[in-house]
């Protein structure tokens, strides 16, 4: 199966210039190094599957906080809804705890969710959040962004804008099987990729303070000692 890939892309990176094609062990990815007059080199990045994840896990390659098998996918892993922030009449942020009861949505209400789990990546793991289906079915829409390393480390919350796409009241219960996950997460090990050291941006700054935890939310998350 490998000497027939190998040979497929020699076929067609040979046409570029004078290319050859090296497979590499780590984490099961190819490597197409070009010969040329720059010594160009490429490589292509890793989705991890459900193994990866977990042995990236072991190896505190990424740290997902509370970790359960029970939310690990195929390739992802499942991000449950944690509080509801809306914002009041006033215009002051209003936090509702899903874990204490669910929360009513107006007629086509945005609100933001925050998620039960913290994920820090390290240097060449990047990730990228899909919307769960389930909320297809349960009538809400979700905007998310992208995880860089260092994202975490503060006690940054992952946070994605809600909305209910329905014109009449709709209810978002953590216990409700649709509404159980708002989002998945993929990861991506682009460690082998030639790149630039990252540089957080004024943007960056300005979005990891919005997301910082309090102490006390910090607290409400942390598994009791023995």
């Not at 094609?21 to 197409?32: D, G, H, L, S």
């Not at 769960?132 to 480390?153: C, H, N, Q, W």
Request: charged share 25%; hydrophobic share 35%; proline share 4%.
């Amino acid at each position: 199966m490998k000497k027939h890939l190998c040979a497929f892309v020699w076929r067609i990176f040979s046409k570029v210039g004078n290319g050859r094609f090296c497979y590499a062990n780590r984490a099961e990815t190819f490597r197409v190094i070009f010969e040329s007059d720059r010594g160009v080199e490429m490589s292509f990045a890793v989705l991890l599957n459900n193994r990866l994840i977990a042995q990236y896990q072991r190896e505190e390659k990424l740290r997902i906080e509370p970790w359960s098998m029970d939310n690990l996918q195929i390739a992802q892993y499942a991000l449950n809804p944690w509080k509801v922030i809306s914002e009041g009449s006033d215009g002051a942020e209003v936090t509702h705890d899903l874990e204490k009861s669910s929360y009513e949505f107006g007629p086509n209400e945005y609100a933001k969710v925050t998620v039960r789990q913290t994920v820090i990546l390290t240097d060449g793991i990047v990730g990228r959040f899909i919307p769960a289906s389930g909320l297809i079915e349960a009538g809400f829409g979700i905007t998310a962004g992208k995880l860089d390393p260092g994202y975490g480390k503060e006690h940054e919350r992952i946070e994605f804008g809600i909305k209910n796409l329905k014109n009449k009241a709709n209810v978002f219960d953590l216990k409700s099987r649709p509404t159980s996950r708002v989002a998945y997460i993929e990861f991506f090990d682009i460690s082998n990729l030639p790149s630039s050291p990252p540089e957080l941006q004024a943007y960056d700054y300005y979005i990891r303070s919005k997301r910082r935890l309090t102490d006390e939310q910090i607290n409400s998350i942390l598994p009791d000692e023995d």
